[in-house]
């Protein structure tokens, strides 16, 4: 890298660029010196890196910007370019929806402001056009509403400037600035609240109390008038520019060229609750809200810090992952290096675990956060490790309110981490769990991240990991390994033909012999005497034991005999009869189970509305409360599906951008061969129509090609989207299949139905009748309850867990429900219709109601 690169790369940074000084002035002024001697020479490519800068480390735009002012004194064409090249990027942002780059030009644009580059009448004028379409998306009669999130996310990117450069547009252009604030109040008067119904990590936070809490900009809308109101003093965003205020005013200010917002989308051509929640989806999928708040640590850890510093530092830090997602070093430096004089490692902890919990999805894959949370532990070995297991006792702690979604990514993630850090937890903190009942949330947790920990290492590894709480070992999966039925072992009661018709499957797939041949074989002699059940159990099992060595065995012997399976479990019943048999076999190991399901999947020998019908079977229904085992299978199984459609859709997109190629080169290749045809040439001295035969020739055999090819694409897309529309519609049954074995089991299980009816009702009946029953003890009994309590508290938990085992089934499974709404939300909507038609009726629960919406974000107010 060329050393200016490296100096500009490194500004603000301590480094040896800078020999290791931390003072913005001196690395500003060392900056412009190593730009101001490459400008004449490679101005385009410093505008260009500058540029990519700025956006790629916008933590540091203060500085950059200041630079840029300084620039402007020594060539102003270059800084005039700077700022053309960025409204254009501007302006295919807004065009394209591209949110991070919309937000840190405003940001890039409020510091050229400052640094006397930009002149502040042009961003205001930014500010009134997007606050102009703001308020016309959210009237009534002019606009449409349902897109409300692009106009808050507008209003949003307003507000998230003026930390940057509110005291200089207060100072310079205070009337315009007053005006700008004036209409985003009038704009939050007529908006609609945003809830975060079905997007919030604890259920409690859903419960519809009377209290509404501020949603994002409503929250950002009260920090900025606190800012306002103490003079725009900001601690945690440097000013770098004040130290160079009497050279950057001799600059000249530049015009922003005038931008404009995309149009407003159409209103659907029936008005109707399910038209406008189509809308609104589209419209939060292309305008996400870009972080939610944990707030799992007391105020005291951030009671310091100013209610905009707090805004201010998680945008570094998201702008910080956002742009290091790869460079978990680099990523994982720049965090605890951020511009600000304060610490802030229990915000830097809070705001990494609302990105790796984030609903619907993180923004990365969760691996990204716990490679980041591991390298901060090992950056600041004396602060942040205690911080982390600060953040787990609090989740911890709250294991029972929160989402279903978040606790499976806290089990994965949290068995993760501890597999990083030599499994090392203090165990007996929360070994009071084994009092709790078996459904206990708390308990179940324990038990999760102790089986997902096995799976990342071994179970004497383990079990030893436990010692300083060894009564933990109940919660272990169990260590045995296959559960094989003919093995003639172990208590293992088969009749000795069923051994022997094992042994002799057994002996023929050593020998090599071909699927064909064993099908035969089944056919003449072991079907037509034992019947289908014994049959397929032998078989099945066999096969799963002769694949039990490893992931490749099983592949292996799936590849080869899979038609041996796919004839015995021809139809859906079957099928269900095969999940049953690999999960017998492999009773003791859940991986192992997902793992072969999964595959059998993958070659079509079983399909996803067998794997649902066994999901919902009785042995695993009961199971659902207790164990991740059933919900692991299902979430397998709707991912695959899922895939396959998203790969399809791929697919046919590269296939549609394929052939308007092709079609252009046969189009080019037909008008050569028509020019060359047309051409007159002179053969023995007479004029011939067409020019040389040979090349002709090959004109023609290069127009045919191409001819070919198109058509090839062409129907190559036609099969492609067969394909995909079959994918649909076997998506459509799936959810349906799903909604309704939903439905059903709930229905028999909760209370009976009331309109009324939250989760916060079906927590207390059993809590409530519990605390008659405290109330009836003896004085001394109560007296010795609290002394456990305060005990259990002492442990890191909760006291007691009032919720009883049908009520705590209910939950759960309304969790699950909520949580594949909201995660396949975009599959959902297309259908939904339907599913309002054949599922969701008056006979629906109102509480199985209530978690679909909330998944999908349909609130009762759209209906």
């Known amino acids: ?60 735009i203060p500085l950059y910007g200041t630079l840029i002012g300084l620039l402007n004194l020594e060539d102003e064409d270059f800084v005039k370019k700077i700022v053309e090249d960025t409204q254009n990027s ?8 591209n949110c991070d780059r919309i937000r840190i030009s405003m940001r890039f644009l409020t510091a050229l402001m400052c640094s006397k580059v930009l002149q502040p009448a042009s961003l205001v004028v930014v500010f009134e056009t997007l606050l102009s379409s703001a308020a016309i998306t959210v009237d009534e009669e002019k606009g449409n509403p349902s897109w409300q999130a692009r106009a808050d996310f507008y209003v949003i990117c307003i507000l998230s400037c003026l930390p940057w450069g509110g005291a200089e547009l207060a100072e ?55 800012l306002s109101n103490n003079g725009w003093k900001v601690e945690s965003v440097p000013r770098p520019h004040l130290s160079f205020e009497a050279q950057l005013v001799a600059g000249k200010s530049h015009e922003f060229g005038p931008i404009s917002c995309p149009e407003q989308p159409e209103l659907p051509s029936t008005i109707s609750a399910v038209a406008y ?30 209610p905009i510093d707090r805004f201010v530092v998680e945008e570094y830090l998201l702008d910080v992952l956002l742009f290091f997602n790869g460079c978990r070093k680099e990523c994982a430096s720049f965090m605890v290096g951020l511009p600000v004089p304060f610490r802030y490692e229990y915000l830097m902890a809070e705001t990494i675990f609302s990105q790796l919990l984030l609903l619907p999805h993180p923004p990365f894959k969760p691996i990204y956060y716990t490679l980041v949370i591991m390298d901060l532990c090992k950056a600041l070995p004396g602060a942040f490790p205690a911080v982390v297991a600060g953040a787990v006792r609090a989740l911890f702690d709250k294991i029972a309110d929160l989402d279903m979604e978040c606790r499976t990514r806290l089990i994965l993630w949290f068995s993760h981490h501890l597999s990083n850090f030599q499994f090392i937890w203090p165990w007996d903190e929360w070994a009071y769990v084994l009092d709790l009942s078996k459904w206990a949330p708390q308990r179940v947790f324990v038990q999760e991240v102790l089986e997902r920990e096995v799976r990342l290492s071994y ?25 094989f039925k003919y093995s003639g072992v172990n208590g293992q009661e088969k009749t000795e033909q069923e051994q022997a018709i094992s042994s002799d499957l057994n002996n023929k797939v050593k020998g090599r012999q071909s699927a064909r041949e064993i099908i035969l074989w089944i056919e003449e002699n072991v079907y037509p005497t034992h019947g289908l059940e014994i049959t397929l159990s032998v078989v099945v099992q066999t096969l799963l034991d002769i694949g039990s060595k490893s992931f490749t065995h099983l592949i292996t012997v799936l590849e080869r005999y899979g038609q041996v399976i796919a004839k015995l479990c021809s139809n859906q019943d079957k099928q ?47 199971q659902f409360h207790i164990s991740d085992r059933p919900w692991e299978v299902l979430r397998n199984a709707v991912s695959k599906t899922y895939n396959r459609i998203t790969d399809l859709r791929k697919e046919v997109s590269s296939l549609k951008k394929s052939i308007i190629s092709a079609e252009e080169a046969a189009s080019k290749a037909k008008a050569d061969l028509e020019a060359a045809e047309s051409k007159l040439a002179l ?22 090609k191409a001819k070919e090819e198109e058509e090839s694409m062409h129907d190559s897309l036609q099969a492609k989207e067969a394909l995909l529309a079959q994918a649909l519609d076997e998506n459509e049954v799936l959810f349906l299949s799903l909604y309704k074995n939903f439905s059903t089991v709930l229905n028999k299980r909760l209370p009976d139905a009331s309109g009324d009816a939250t989760l916060q009702s079906l927590k207390s009946i059993h809590g409530d009748s519990m605390a008659v029953d405290l109330e009836e003890l003896p004085t001394m009994e109560v007296d010795d309850e609290n002394g456990i309590a305060q005990k259990s508290q002492s442990n890191g938990g909760k006291a007691t867990n009032n919720v009883g085992e049908k009520e705590q089934w209910c939950l759960s499974t309304l969790g699950y429900v909520k949580t594949f709404s909201r995660q396949y939300a975009s599959e959902i909507w297309p259908h939904i219709e339907k599913l309002d038609v054949e599922v969701l009726t008056e006979d629906a629960h109102p509480l199985f109601w209530k978690a679909v919406h909330s ?7 759209e209906l």
């Open 459 to 483: 179970w004497d590894k383990i079990k030893q990991s436990i010692e300083n709480a060894p009564a933990l070992e109940e919660l272990l999966p169990p260590k045995g390994g296959p559960n």
């Open 90 to 97: 501007f302006q295919d942002a807004l065009d394209s929806a």
């Open 277 to 306: 929640g189509k809308q609104k989806h589209d419209a939060e999928l292309k305008y996400p809200q870009r972080t939610r708040r944990l707030n799992i640590f007391p105020s005291s850890k951030t009671e310091d810090l100013q």
């Open 683 to 704: 053969v023995e001295g007479e004029p011939v129509l067409g020019e040389n035969p040979a090349k002709l020739k090959h004109l023609k055999s290069v127009a045919d």
């Open 576 to 622: 269900v009869m095969l999940i049953a048999e690999v999960s017998s076999y492999w009773k003791y190991n859940a991986q192992m189970t997902a793992i072969a399901i999964d595959r059998m999947m993958g070659y079509r020998l079983i399909s996803n509305l067998a794997i649902v019908r066994w999901v919902f079977s009785p042995e695993n229904v009961e």
């Open 172 to 226: 310079q252009v205070p009337e315009e600035i007053e005006r700008v604030l004036v209409g985003i109040q009038a704009y939050l008067s007529i908006r609609s609240h945003t809830s975060d119904s079905g997007l919030s990590f604890f259920e409690d936070d859903e419960s519809g109390g009377d209290v509404v809490e501020k949603d994002f900009l409503e929250d950002l809308w009260e920090r900025i008038q606190v």
């Open 1 to 60: 890298m060329s050393s200016w690169k490296s100096i500009l790369l490194r500004i603000g940074d301590k480094s040896s660029e800078y020999n290791s000084s931390d003072d913005f002035k001196d690395h500003i002024e060392t900056c412009f010196g190593a730009l101001r001697r490459e400008l004449a020479h490679s101005s385009s490519e410093i505008l260009s890196f500058l540029l990519q800068c700025a956006e790629q480390l916008p933590h540091k």
């Open 855 to 861: 998944g999908l974000r349909r609130l009762s107010n």
